[in-house]
């Protein structure tokens, strides 16, 4: 797929956030928006993100032993994630994906060299942020990030099928192996948290909201119940959506922006050799400020 890029400076101050809220709704209408050749401050990097809606904050003790109840301390996910100032404060807000180890000897967020396959931001959590921010800082050339557009590939479904995922629903989660090995997560399915296949976004685009990798369970459809039905599905829209046409690949140099939509897009970061050498920035927020 051809990717919306817009040429625009972020570092100015200048209708700043009128130039936030535009590059939003074109979020929403093309799941996937790119900016090249950025030079930000982190506090540049947060005040944007905000003009468009309110910034995922690093969680509190208690929503991090969620996802972690080894390390149920604030304190370690901040060592480890946290992108870190000049003075030692944390800059909330912002996440360090990387293999670099900082001052206290810890890797970013993702640090592994090996792929991070398909997957879409906590799609088991009910106050997820559904747009995520990624920023190339440094040593970013080499490395390769796809996404799929989910708006196009649920357009060229035919109709009955359309119909027949409309009153599919799932539960996620997370599962060793299934996109990632991270040690740093806890395997678990949320039932409190039911999804629909088919999602309708603010601008009232529809398309798949398919994290595949992170759907533990299955309800509704034809034959409800039946898991030979739902793996028939699940088999038929993976082959669907990851045709080339649906895709778009990314070859990253610093100053790059990438920001997509976590509802009807979905992204996998390649294999890369040298993630202790490189570092992006990692915003999730939300379209709050979209009118």
Not at 45 to 55: D, M, R
Not at 79 to 103: C, F, L, P, Q, S
Not at 119 to 143: D, L
Request: charged content about 25%; aromatic content about 10%; some cysteine.
């Amino acid at each position: 797929m051809k990717v919306r890029e817009l040429n625009v400076d972020l570092s100015g101050d200048t209708n700043k956030d009128h130039i936030a809220v535009l590059i939003g709704k074109e979020i929403l209408q093309h799941t996937v928006v790119l900016i090249r050749n950025q030079k930000l401050t982190p506090q540049q990097e947060l005040n944007f993100c905000e003009a468009i809606g309110t910034v995922q904050k690093l969680p509190t003790s208690d929503q991090f032993a969620a996802m972690d109840p080894k390390k149920k301390q604030l304190e370690k996910i901040r060592a480890n994630y946290a992108e870190i100032d000049k003075n030692g404060n944390v800059i909330d807000g912002i996440y360090r994906v990387t293999g670099e180890k900082n001052k206290d000897g810890n890797e970013g967020l993702f640090g592994h060299k090996r792929v991070l396959d398909w997957h879409a931001n906590q799609p088991s959590s009910e106050t997820r942020a559904p747009c995520i921010w990624i920023y190339g800082v440094k040593n970013t050339e080499g490395s390769v990030t796809s996404w799929i557009n989910n708006i196009m590939s649920y357009n060229d479904l035919p109709k009955e099928f359309q119909q027949e995922l409309e009153s599919i629903t799932f539960y996620c989660g997370f599962k060793k192996g299934g996109y990632t090995d991270s040690e740093h997560f806890n395997e678990h399915v949320n039932k409190d948290n039911p999804l629909k296949l088919v999602h309708t976004n603010p601008d009232g685009q529809k398309g798949l909201y398919f994290p595949f990798n992170q759907i533990m369970e299955w309800q509704g459809g034809r034959y409800p119940g039946d898991q030979k039905y739902y793996d028939h599905i699940k088999n038929k829209l993976i082959k669907h959506i990851t045709q080339e046409k649906y895709q778009y690949d990314h070859h990253w140099k610093d100053g790059d922006i990438v920001i997509s939509d976590q509802w009807l897009s979905i992204h996998k970061r390649h294999e890369f050799e040298s993630m202790d050498k490189r570092l992006v920035h990692r915003i999730a927020f939300g379209y709050d400020n979209i009118k």
